[in-house]
């Protein structure tokens, strides 16, 4: 059988069930007894010690005026003796004589005196008296503290008339240590108990942040996560697990908001999405029934095929910006290479003369003078490219025809800055914060029959911001729309994944 399921088990599992406070209350309690009880027990020892030696002592000055015959109170019977002593003499004849107080012998018994002088070796000091020994006495519990020496008739003698034992009894000892033991052992009691109040008291109050703690995850667990564990000093465990617990739940909310955020966008791009594709596939649709009910003259045959077509078109530009927009909320790295803006806003420039002749395209700087001769940053060519071709399609699409535009160039710090400058209808201020989301138009100038999607400035802003730059857009001076963009003139990128992979042209084609 395992020790675990032994009692050795069930108290330690009884043990590891008992509440934190309990645990350091019963430790503290247990440690505070046990310096009790071994400082007790050390300080009764040590009293004992110190007692019995004063005894002895008492016992070797006393021998020591018998051994030469210099105390003569027993030979002459008269009673200068102590009378706690206990005098036992032996003359070499072998006759006992023995002296003692009967009050004595009632209170502590008659010593159980051995032959201390054969048994017992007689001590190497000069005045041969042998070392104190304890010895029993006839009445339980009482004890005796004895010493045996020769005696001499006189300081000059040479043989000894025999031996002699004294003792002193150890009552008065022994009463003062189970005296001193009980008051310590009633002190330790209650030292022993207020301490175990004390040391509840504090627990209780020590952990008060952790039920603090435990009351907020319980409202976390609920669903509130705006809860906060209250601050403690940093100093402290407990101090230093709020301020982890508290960054832990701030970044736990701020997820937990993201994804809603995000969960709400996705909803939202799919019903959108899902209305956009609706409308041409709606047509389509239409147009087809109609043609196989017999329903389009041959007249108007190419000209229903011609709507089929263009709604077809639209569909497959919309599926083709929603994929792009996917693509880059993958979060794919860029292809980073140097590219110059000025030769990008020049293939612009052709791009929208092509597009429309009768505009007027010009090529500046910022500030309305002659454009740099290079402007060279860190981007991927093709999504640059993507940028210029949204916006170059937006101004043929927004503005009337032959209406002027300017390209303009320029750096601010460390930013490579490129604006388009129309000057058609522009976009309401209350409209231009929002116009970069997904499937948004303006209620007026940027209608669904002009034929976007809503997706075109997304892109852009998608684009521009995994580029950690930015795009914005405001008033043309004169009237039209201005739209900004801001490129870092180094890459710095956040997302350094290896095996995520890269964007390519054909990404966007396919």
Not at 235 to 250: D, K, P, R
């Amino acid at each position: 059988m395992s020790s675990s399921s032994g009692p050795l088990g069930h108290l330690r599992t009884f043990w590891e069930r008992r509440p934190l406070s309990t645990q350091l209350v019963t430790l503290i309690t247990t440690l505070l007894a046990l310096g009790l009880i071994m400082s007790g027990t050390v300080m009764v020892g040590l009293l004992q010690r110190h007692l019995v030696s004063q005894i002895d002592e008492q016992l070797r000055v006393t021998a020591s005026s018998f051994i030469r015959g210099e105390n003569t109170s027993i030979k002459d019977g008269t009673s200068g003796l102590p009378t706690l002593y206990y005098i036992h003499a032996r003359s070499i004849s072998g006759d006992d004589t023995t002296y003692y107080y009967p009050g004595t012998l009632e209170t502590s018994g008659t010593p159980v005196i051995p032959d201390l002088l054969a048994t017992a070796q007689i001590s190497e000091t000069s005045d041969e008296i042998t070392n104190p020994i304890t010895v029993p006495s006839t009445k339980l519990g009482s004890n005796w503290r004895a010493v045996a020496f020769p005696f001499y008739a006189s300081s000059t003698a040479n043989t000894p008339l025999g031996t002699m034992t004294i003792a002193l009894p150890l009552t008065d000892v022994q009463r003062t240590l189970r005296t001193t033991g009980t008051y310590f052992s009633i002190a330790g009691v209650v030292i022993v108990f207020v301490g175990a109040f004390l040391g509840h008291t504090l627990v209780r109050r020590s952990l008060l942040p952790l039920r603090e703690i435990e009351s907020t995850a319980g409202k976390i667990a609920a669903g509130d996560l705006t809860q906060r564990v209250p601050s403690q000093p940093g100093s402290t465990e407990v101090g230093s697990l709020s301020l982890s617990l508290n960054a832990m739940l701030t970044q736990v909310e701020q997820s937990f908001h993201a994804r809603q955020v995000s969960e709400q966008k996705i909803r939202r791009f799919v019903s959108d999405a899902s209305h956009e594709l609706r409308t041409p596939l709606a047509a389509i649709s239409g147009y087809c029934e109609l043609y196989s009910m017999g329903g389009v003259p041959d007249e108007r045959v190419d000209e229903v095929m011609g709507r089929i077509q263009s709604e077809s078109t639209r569909m497959a530009s919309l599926v083709e910006d929603l994929l792009t927009l996917a693509r880059l909320d993958e979060g794919r790295p860029l292809e980073i290479t140097d590219i110059d803006l000025v030769k990008l806003a020049g293939n612009a420039v052709f791009d929208l003369q092509a597009l429309d002749p009768t505009r007027s395209v010009a090529l500046t700087s910022l500030s309305g003078h002659k454009p740099p001769m290079t402007l060279v940053t860190q981007a991927d060519r093709d999504r640059i490219s993507q940028v210029f071709t949204n916006l170059i399609g937006n101004i043929v699409r927004y503005t009337p025809a032959g209406s002027p535009v300017e390209i303009a160039l320029g750096k601010t710090g460390d930013t490579a800055v490129v604006e388009f400058r129309d000057h058609g209808p522009g976009i309401a201020e209350a409209d231009q914060s929002r116009v970069f989301e997904r499937f948004y138009r303006a209620d007026t100038s940027r209608a669904r029959t002009q034929g976007g999607s809503g997706l075109g400035l997304a892109i852009i802003a998608g684009i521009i911001n995994a580029h950690r730059g930015n795009a914005t857009l405001s008033k043309t001076k004169g009237g039209g729309l201005t739209a900004r963009i801001e490129l870092p003139l180094l890459y710095s990128p956040t997302d350094t994944n290896p095996d995520t992979p890269a964007i390519s042209p054909t990404d966007v084609e396919k």
